[in-house]
Nanobody, 122 residues
């Protein structure tokens, strides 16, 4: 299973970005996919996760109400729509996948992408 994250960039506070995570897995509908981020000098943290058929979604407290996760199983892709971005959202964003139930804990994810950098200037 391989994951390719894209869509990061440099934006200003208040702007929006949409990250994409393309997953080479078949059938893709067996996999829950999550987004995690790691800021410089900090530990990797949970951002959001979506269940295999979008039956469940979860968000970290710091992004609840601003970020929306979605998936298109026909395209093997998960999206993270990020609105009202803040400087504290600056981080390397990773997508990760696991077969089965969506969990918010990093240790449950077997497959990881390379990360895409999001930088939010004030």
């Amino acid at each position: 299973v391989q994951l390719q994250a894209s869509g990061g960039g440099l934006v200003q506070a208040g702007d929006s970005l949409r990250l994409s995570c393309r997953v080479s897995a078949h059938p893709f509908s067996r996999y829950a996919v999550g987004w995690f981020r790691q800021a410089p000098g900090k530990e990797r943290e949970f951002v959001s996760v979506i269940g295999r058929t979008s039956e469940s979604t979860y968000y970290g407290d710091s992004v609840q109400g601003r970020f929306t996760i979605s998936r298109d199983n026909a395209k093997n892709t998960v999206y993270l729509q990020m609105n009202s971005l803040k400087p504290e959202d600056t981080a390397l964003y990773y997508c990760a996948a696991r077969q089965g139930t969506a969990f918010t804990y990093i240790r449950y994810y077997n497959y990881w992408g390379q990360g895409t950098l999001v930088t939010v200037s004030s």
